[in-house]
């Protein structure tokens, strides 16, 4: 893509009302814009980075056997008073339309996704199932002042598996467990990032929460300094002791949660009936399990630990909206663009061009500041602000080569074009 | 994909609260499930069919310049009393959060993108521009009876474009014209849609709607014998005559609207101050134009269109959830399958399951019904059903061939086992 054909512009100026560094950069960048108090909208670089990672959790979603479904975000009243959370649900945003029909506004989708598996699965012979969507989902956030960390809409996966006994749950839970690592992994927050017990409802003392650690971390948790398993702060009961090794030493942090797994257990089948045959003949509950991630907040806690001063910096290829960030420099040789004259400036320009091509061709996604009148100071602060992993730079200085550098990095190195796709590939 | 694995169930029993025969047979094959008159959820087979649907759309778009987005679902009621539409609008639904704060939900979305391209466009060097999403919409119908031709939620594409002057948009107005006939064309009802006139609003005398006929339209429009352009009748002023070349010979239509374009003018651009400096230094309102394609409604057209007593009949491969639909027939022989016999059942088993891991690394999309205990004519009766264009069959009658039957035809085919790949392929 070409930046003189990208609407949106960076800005120098930091957003007045953004508190965390990822909605500020993000902000400031165009990846975001912000319509109200923890409502943005996704401006094409930052869907780009959304749909890495979509695809990411997609397909490790879909090697866990998860299918994937679009579910309304309209949801019945009584759906919702079947489960007793149309009164006790807060976070619900709650809406009345025609003929005095009321919906809740899809916050989570037990109410929609147990009665669904209710109409195919009879018998034990139709279990296990595991559903999934990737959909927007409203939340009426009290607090909603992290960016884009915690928001009244953001897009959410939200699986759900259905077995017909605890063991079964059991055995799955921890592949999703593992699933979501992977996801963790590729997104490049492994390290940083704390499976935690927290609070597990009725049918499980904990429930786990995968918490990343950053300063802009609404969360506080304990971590183990022996077998490094998080406590989430909320359920911590007098003095600290590892639930797990028993240990007392620990470290607090603070953590945004990236992702959560839950064990329903039959909370949510039992309202709706949602039984199942088994070997001998009996009705049983089905057994539930329930794992989310949201998006955009994945999407700014990579940003809250991939940044510098300058800018975001991503950390890989899969999650970064472009790979390569080319710049062309013209000659500042009083001969401005405006004259349309020929000569080194032309002749850059052409080159310019050329690398573009030629990086389209071999399926490199790069974005190409092809802006006139832009000086090289001002795109070498956007490239930085951007955080694209690659900077590729043409200009008379490099003759018939490439200047590359990754953005993590400040060293610089010059590449003859031939050999620039392979290096780009390495 | 396995049926076996599959969690929906086909459905025998017509839906008794269905009228529409798209929505009647897209349920009962488990392509959707209703949640509510008007809310649907779209299920693996279902939601296959909107992501192809959407793939022509979104390559249309960018054929046509159009830079990706997705805006937010909750609009601040600010924005819309701006344009006065927080009053006026009627299907629109409105929410009350946290802090009194109020919200529109996304029905259309002027109210967002014009604010956001204030931001970014100052000069008529940042005109023109482009901007689409894929976005869930809601709407407060108070007739939603036509299954997914009318409903309260869809997925909806919504283009809107910015330009300097009437020309631009002139112009530009028709390059979309053509994306969406093209978009009609790989749907395959291009030949069954009229451009037809509708009401135009305050800065044009008409509006165009893409109208394509069918039994189950709620919409009437008069067809020009002569020129083929329709007039919808709502806009029909005392006896028809042919707006465009004078004709009164005309035949009357029922139809559905799958696309509508409208030319905005400054309707939008005005209240929100979205002005640029022309190239004499004067501040000038954008022009504005808008395209919409409702995405349920599409498919639920092209399914009013394409089917028979039997089923659904998708017309191409581009849009039906899968190419092949391969069936696996046993030997009837009073040996179950649940003896766990070997024999020529076993034997029938590993050839299917061949032929299906064939057509999988040879990147054919395949359907693959491996359900034990169901007899032949139910496997036909849901292949017919499905409507997936062509249908495998194995059998031990047909040896160590393949059996292919086009959906649309009768006639069957006898086909070697090698030669099955290059004969889909074509």
Redesign the interface.
């Known amino acids: 893509m070409k930046l003189s ?5 960076t800005s120098k100026q930091m957003p007045s009302d953004e508190q965390s560094v990822s909605a500020q950069l993000l902000e400031r960048a ?1 990846y975001i ?1 912000k ?3 923890g ?6 670089l ?2 780009r980075v ?1 749909n890495n990672i979509t695809n990411i959790i997609r397909q490790e979603m879909d090697a866990v ?1 998860g ?10 009243k009584s ?1 919702l008073e079947q489960t007793g959370r149309w009164e006790s649900f807060e976070a619900l ?3 009345k ?3 005095d ?1 009321e ?1 809740g ?1 899809g916050a989570t989708h037990e109410e ?1 996704i147990s009665p ?2 209710k ?3 009879q018998s034990y012979r ?1 279990l296990p ?1 595991a ?1 999934y969507q990737i ?2 989902k ?1 939340r ?3 607090r ?1 002042k992290s960016g884009v960390l915690r928001t ?2 953001f897009l959410m996966k939200d699986l759900y598996s259905f077995h017909a006994d605890q063991e079964g749950l059991d055995k799955y839970y921890e592949q999703v467990k593992e699933a979501y690592w992977k996801i963790f992994e590729r997104c490049v927050i492994k390290d940083k990032t704390y499976l935690t017990l927290a609070s597990g409802g009725t049918f499980s003392k904990y429930s786990h929460e995968f918490q990343t650690e950053t300063e802009a971390g609404e969360d506080e948790i304990y971590v183990c300094k022996s077998c490094r398993i998080g406590l989430n702060k909320e359920i911590l009961e007098g003095e600290y002791e590892c639930p797990e090794c028993k240990n007392r030493e620990h470290e607090v942090k603070k953590t945004i949660e990236v992702g959560n797994i839950f064990k329903l257990g039959t909370k949510y089948s039992k309202p709706f009936e949602l039984n199942f045959v088994d070997q001998s003949g009996k009705p049983q509950p089905v057994i539930m399990g329930c794992y989310g991630i949201g998006l955009q907040r994945l999407m700014g806690a990579i940003v809250e630990v991939y940044h510098d001063e300058k800018g975001i910096v991503w950390p890989n290829n899969e999650i970064a909206p472009f790979v390569a960030h080319l710049i062309e420099l013209k000659v500042e040789s009083g001969r401005p663009a405006e004259l349309g004259m020929e000569g080194p400036k032309g002749k850059g320009q052409n080159t310019a061009d050329e690398i573009y091509n030629q990086l389209l061709e071999a399926g490199i996604e790069v974005l190409y500041d092809d802006r006139e009148d832009i000086s090289a100071g001002e795109k070498f602060a956007d490239a930085d602000l951007l955080g694209i992993p690659c900077r590729l730079v043409i200009s008379e200085k490099t003759g018939d080569k490439v200047e590359i550098k990754n953005r993590s990095k400040d060293q610089t190195e010059l590449v003859p074009k031939e050999e620039l796709i392979s290096k780009l590939r390495t």
């Open positions: 054909e990208l609407f949106t512009k165009g814009n319509e109200a108090a409502v943005y909208s996704l401006l094409p930052g869907l959304i056997g299918q994937e479904i679009l579910m309304s975000g309209l949801i019945p759906n945003y709650r809406l339309g025609a003929d029909k919906y506004l929609i669904l598996v109409k195919y699965v139709d199932v559903i959909q927007d409203f009426n956030e009290i909603a009244r809409e």
